[in-house]
């Protein structure tokens, strides 16, 4: 396993970061147990959930995720140490997480608590924002004319990541946090916090996560760069495209289980002829070069100059004990060549 340091911190993260998403509804204690474990014995170190986690989102579901993580660490306190668990916080929007309220510095610090209650560990080595107050174009929000940013008071948000910032540090201070990321953020926001960190003295951001895969590459070159040049570790999310850059979903198949097969809180918006076309070149690809699908698309982004640690989930060992693979293997430059002509044929596929 290849390791990264997390941004500026003195944490070395390995290549692959467990997702754990689905972890109390596609998947049960004992599926997350053999996952843990197994990751550990790959050299995985680096895990990520959220406190809105199991997916699709729901009241029943709420910190659901969180809770089987700590289970699992109620029976292996002594191998606490051995983990970079990240945590986020939700953002506004679900009326069952603080009335659909903003983060707020009073939110930041009672929602730590609750993670740390669920975890049952005394810190969090990451804590993320899971995405701004204010909407940013994630989630095929990113078309032109989707968001009009002139009507945003720039001042109010700035203020609100000032007092975000203030909380984080009372919680670094209190020992109850490492360090800090941001998820589902851009440029201007990163920019922003770094700005704000630096003037006031307070904890300086460590990471990104943004959905990043060859169906959804929107972050290359300029936020990927500006990460670099600050040292901010930049973490992909979704590398397969929820699954679509498996090849499982070709020409509207849904397999019995499969996420697709739920309902989709901010719909399937990832389903497009585009998408369907594009997927199967990249799986022609593979397949011609002993790859799976899979493979090419996570091997791919782990390449990606600037990509810290790339974010996986899988609701079956088969699954994960292929995605893992995927991470030893080097690409080559014919096959690099391969995928970015179809890359250029598809850009922006949704």
Known sequence: MKYSKLGRTDIDVSHVCLGTMTWGKQNTQQDADQQIEFALDQGINFWDTAEMYAVPPTPDTYGKTESIIGDWFSRHESRRDEVVLATKIAGNGLSWVRDGGDVTGEAIVQ??????????????????????????????????????????DTQQQSAEMLEILQALDECVKAGKIRHFGLSNETPWGVSEYLRLSEKHSLPRVASIQNEFSLLHAKDWPYLIEGCVREDVAYLPWSPLAAGALSGKYIDGARPQGSRWSYAQRNGLFRDTEASNQAIKAYKDIAERNGLTASQLALAWVDQVDGVTSTIIGATTMDQLKEDIKAFEVALSEQVISEVAEVFKQYPVPY
């Open 111 to 152: 929602s730590v608590d609750n993670s740390l209650a669920r975890l049952k560990t005394d810190y969090i080595d990451l804590y993320q924002i899971h995405w701004p107050n204010r909407t940013s174009p994630h989630f095929a929000k990113h078309w032109p004319g989707r968001l009009n940013f002139s009507d945003v």
